[in-house]
Structure formats: structure tokens, C-alpha cells
């Protein structure tokens, strides 16, 4: 006996499928959004949340970020500054900034919800890049599985860098990717970019280059990548 399932019409609509998947996404992450900070790895999300805090109060410094720990525990040395160099500031900066917009929620929910959005953004670059290689119907399971994994639900809506670390190296990577296709400047541009400031905030970002350093190699081989500029810049 052939058992037919007729499956719903909007269900085979890719944009309805796909923005479905994003919505999901966010619902699932505003679960106790106002939760104050002493979940798992709370220690680290104090000392993120700490210097966007500092950035709230004393104005925005990029290079010389502090929070509220003088004590030699972090670091072993003597630090009465209570100086954060651990890595470059962007989120904070984004967390201050997106709370000075939005004052009605508390400082904590902002910061998630930051962390959110890059979040939101990081699946839909993971749809693009999937798409891209595999089709439509991966790039809609990678999306889906992405934000909907248990593990990666925490992990992209607390108040720390990796999120937007993350959304920095998938987007940067597309648009490599579209350079590899296209071969415009901008993209690669924008690539540099992107991914500059993936390493900068968190440093073993580095390892999404591998696919951009292949490409090359492959395209112009080892010796005209080292010692012919024109490859690089046209």
C-alpha cells in the first residue's frame, strides 16, 4: 500500500521556510532574556558584560579597554587600571552603543540580544555558503540545525564575542567565495575586511583563511602567491 503524505504548500515555499527558520531561531533564544548573568560560564560574560559597562560610563576606547577587576587573577601582574586586553572591543562597543538606543531593556538583555543578531546573521551566511555548494535543501538544514542545536542555542545568546566573532568569519568567507567566482576587487576588499576584524576579536578566526590561502595556491601556485604582487592586488 503507497501511503501519500501531501505536505502542506507553504511548506515548500523556500522564502516562507527560510524566514520561519529565523524566527524560530530568535523565539528560542529570548527564553529568560532578562536572566541575570550567573549561568555556565558566568565569570566570562561579567568580565565582557564589565567592559561594556566601562565603555557606558567613561565613553568608548578602543584601544584601552577596562573593567572592574584590579586583582593580578587574570593576568599574574599588577594591573590598578583594571586594563581588558583579551580581545579587540568591537562587541562591547556594539553592546554599549545598542543599549543607549534601546534603554527600556535592561543591560543584560541587550547584550543578548546582540549576540542574537549576529547570531541570526551567522545562519543566514551559513545558508549562502551552503546553498552556494550544495544546494537549496542543505543550505536550509545547515540554517535550521545551526539554530536550533541545543548547545549552540546557549552559545549564541550570551553576552561574549564569539557570536559576532563567528558572523565576522562566515560573511567574510562568502564574499571571499564570491571573489573566487567573480573576481572583483570589492569582494576580495570586503573580505579583508571582514575577516580582519574576525581575527581581531578573536584570534583563531585565522583557520577560516584556509580555504582563501588554498585558492590561491591552487590558482597561481606557491612561487607567484610569494613572489608576484600583481596576483594579489590586479
Same mark, same amino acid.
Given at each position: ?143 535550521? %540545525?545551526?539554530?536550533?542545536?541545543? =548547545?549552540? !542555542?546557549?552559545?549564541?545568546?550570551? /553576552? +561574549?564575542?564569539? $557570536?559576532?566573532? @563567528? ?17 572583483? %576587487?570589492?569582494?576580495?576588499?570586503? =573580505?579583508? !575586511?571582514?575577516?580582519?576584524?574576525? /581575527? +581581531?576579536?578573536? $584570534?583563531?578566526? @585565522? ?25 594579489? !592586488?590586479?
Amino acid at each position: 500500500m503507497n501511503l501519500k503524505i501531501k505536505i502542506p504548500g507553504f511548506l515548500t515555499n523556500l522564502k516562507t521556510v527560510f524566514w520561519a527558520i529565523i524566527i524560530l531561531g530568535l523565539i528560542i533564544r529570548l527564553y529568560k532574556i532578562n536572566t541575570p548573568l550567573l549561568d555556565w560560564h558566568s565569570f566570562r560574560q561579567v568580565d565582557t558584560a564589565s567592559v561594556s559597562r566601562y565603555f557606558l560610563r567613561d565613553g568608548i576606547n578602543m584601544l584601552e579597554p577596562r573593567y572592574h577587576d584590579i586583582s593580578r587573577v587574570q593576568s599574574g601582574m599588577f594591573n590598578p587600571e583594571g586594563y581588558r586586553f583579551v580581545e579587540f572591543p568591537i562587541y562591547n562597543a556594539i553592546h554599549s552603543i545598542t543599549y543607549k538606543i534601546f534603554p527600556i531593556l535592561s543591560f543584560d538583555a541587550v547584550g543578548r540580544l546582540v549576540s542574537i543578531v549576529f547570531a541570526l546573521l551567522s545562519s543566514v551566511f551559513l545558508y549562502k555558503i551552503s546553498t552556494f555548494y550544495f544546494g537549496k535543501n542543505v543550505g536550509i538544514l545547515s540554517m535550521f %540545525l545551526y539554530l536550533t542545536l541545543p =548547545f549552540n !542555542i546557549f552559545f549564541t545568546r550570551v /553576552i +561574549l564575542p564569539e $557570536p559576532l566573532a @563567528v558572523m565576522l568569519g562566515l560573511s567574510g568567507l562568502w564574499f571571499f567565495i564570491k571573489y573566487s567566482k567573480e573576481e572583483k %576587487l570589492s569582494s576580495l576588499f570586503i =573580505f579583508s !575586511i571582514l575577516m580582519s576584524a574576525a /581575527i +581581531l576579536v578573536k $584570534p583563531y578566526l @585565522v583557520f577560516y583563511n584556509i580555504y582563501p590561502v588554498y585558492f590561491f595556491l591552487k590558482k597561481y601556485g606557491y612561487r607567484k602567491v610569494i613572489v608576484k604582487k600583481e596576483v594579489i !592586488i590586479g
